[in-house]
């Protein structure tokens, strides 16, 4: 679905609640608890907690012997529906009893704890929607609602299970489409899903096809690069921790992570590059990261390769820039010499095409990118700012993501509060787009982090829709 923009995608929206139905008898499954089966190696009901911008979590499901564990972690707590599997209406009722202290205008979001591949900034949007007095729920394929991927306002919800409740057997065996029943057509609107956000796990097929679409959750870290090393590397080393902390799978760190430019590019090389590729690789070792940041490494004569280093994980990779930034001014071109090669890496079996700053505004390296398997294309800046370098910047980032129908993750610098020169020291702004061009999430100038879930039914998807690569296989390129 399209995603408006937002500063900070993953702040839980004010006076806002989730309930989690989990406690389904699964007997499709075999009588496996559906809310554990881990899809990407992260339980479902993980997956659905965090994905929840919200300021509380209700889960209306079975604790477990790893429920104290969940509820810490994901700040949630656990309760039963009376009686015990009571059916999806009374474990709402439940979850709503729990909110007594919020006001009517709250909205509580409600969802399944079967759904692995929800997403915050689709969750937010309900929740924006949900602003304005009428319920919004995610539409399956065949256009009906998706009863566990919805915002409500409180008031209607309470209103709702009120009209519905039985007496003596409260909401007992009822299901959710008697709730939904109660609302008028125009208090109900269907927001369409894009890839497999919607999918539930009912079946062993089901399985199956959400482990294929899900690929690894990747941060963005937006930070503000010091002259100062051994600053610089702090700032990377507490990144990786609140990465790993997040759940991500893979880190992106700006252009130029180990020494700003306007710096003496080629003595940091030859004093730091080395250290750094080897704390890259000893953080992705503690954290179960795979780390990607810009350094410099020694080139020809005075100069350097623009380099991304990519470290942990198992893998060890390099991608020199290609297009070097001789325009409004600057010249690159002095100081780095060009790289060659084009560099695709595979992570958790999504490929992802290595692409740095001004190579943004060279369409064919991200076609070519996406012709050899990319499905997402990072992209670190140190993006020079000036009169329209933001605009600029916003409409590259979408026309790339369009040209080449993959997921780009855009991380620049957050630009220092008091900045002489004429080194490009990044304008802030890191975004996620997907395939389709949608802005996914977008960050400010201040220091920051954007999580991505990678969903290769929505890559898929967009690719059958818009079968540039293949119409356009004929075309020169990189």
């Known amino acids: 679905m399209p995603h408006a923009h937002r500063d900070h995608p993953h702040t839980p929206a004010p006076s806002t ?44 499901g079975p604790e477990g012997e790893d429920g104290a564990g969940i509820a810490e972690r994901h700040g949630a707590r656990f309760v039963r529906e009376e009686p015990e599997l009571a059916g999806p209406a009374a474990a709402l009722a439940r979850g709503v009893a729990e909110l007594g202290d919020l006001g009517d205008t709250a909205r509580v979001l409600v969802l399944g704890g079967d759904m692995p591949l929800l997403r915050t900034e689709t969750l937010h949007a309900l929740l924006d929607r949900a602003a304005l007095g009428r319920v919004a729920a995610l539409a399956r394929e065949d256009g009906t609602a998706q009863f566990l991927t919805a915002a409500w306002p409180l008031a209607l919800l309470r209103q709702a299970l009120a009209a519905v409740e039985r007496p003596g057997t409260g909401w007992q065996d009822l299901a959710l489409r008697a709730v939904y029943a109660q609302l008028a057509p125009e208090q109900l609107e269907l927001v369409p899903a894009t890839g497999a956000e919607a999918a539930d796990l009912d079946t062993p097929e089901d399985v199956a ?119 409004y001014g600057s010249r690159e071109s002095e100081t780095v010499a060009p790289g060659e090669e084009l560099v695709v890496i595979e992570v958790d079996g999504v490929r992802i095409g290595l692409a740095t700053c001004y190579d943004v505004r060279f369409p064919a390296q991200f076609q070519a990118l996406a012709r050899r398997g990319a499905q997402a294309v990072v992209l670190p800046l140190a993006w020079g700012d000036g009169p329209g370098k933001s605009d600029q910047l916003q409409v590259l980032l979408r026309a790339r993501a369009l040209d080449a129908t993959c997921v780009l993750l855009a991380a620049d610098q957050a630009p220092p509060a008091a900045c002489a020169g004429r080194a490009p020291r990044g304008i802030g702004e890191s975004a996620v787009i997907g395939p389709l061009g949608q802005v996914r999430s977008r960050l400010g100038r201040e220091e920051g982090m954007l999580l991505a879930e990678i969903d290769l039914e929505e890559i898929a998807q967009a690719r059958r829709a818009l079968p540039v690569l293949e119409h356009g296989a004929g075309d020169s390129a990189l």
């Open 209 to 327: 096809a959400a482990e294929r679409a899900a690929g690894p959750r990747i941060a963005l870290a937006q930070i503000e690069v010091s002259e100062d090393v051994d600053a610089n590397l702090e700032t990377v080393r507490r990144a990786a921790e609140r990465a790993a902390g997040e759940g991500a799978r893979v880190l992106v760190l700006p252009e130029a992570t180990l020494t700003p430019f306007g710096t003496d590019l080629r003595a940091a090389a030859e004093a730091h590059h080395e250290r750094f590729a080897a704390l890259l690789e000893a953080l992705g070792e503690q954290h179960g990261l795979t780390i990607i940041a810009g350094s410099f490494s020694p080139a020809d004569g005075t100069r350097v390769h623009n380099t991304l280093l990519v470290r942990g994980g198992g893998v060890s990779a390099e991608y020199r820039k290609i297009h070097l930034y001789d325009a």
């Open 17 to 60: 609640a989730a309930i989690v139905v989990a406690g389904g008898a699964a007997r499709r499954l075999a009588g496996r608890d559906k809310t554990r089966l881990p899809v990407g190696g992260v339980p479902t009901l993980e997956r659905v907690l965090r994905s929840a911008p919200v300021q509380r979590r209700i889960v209306v």
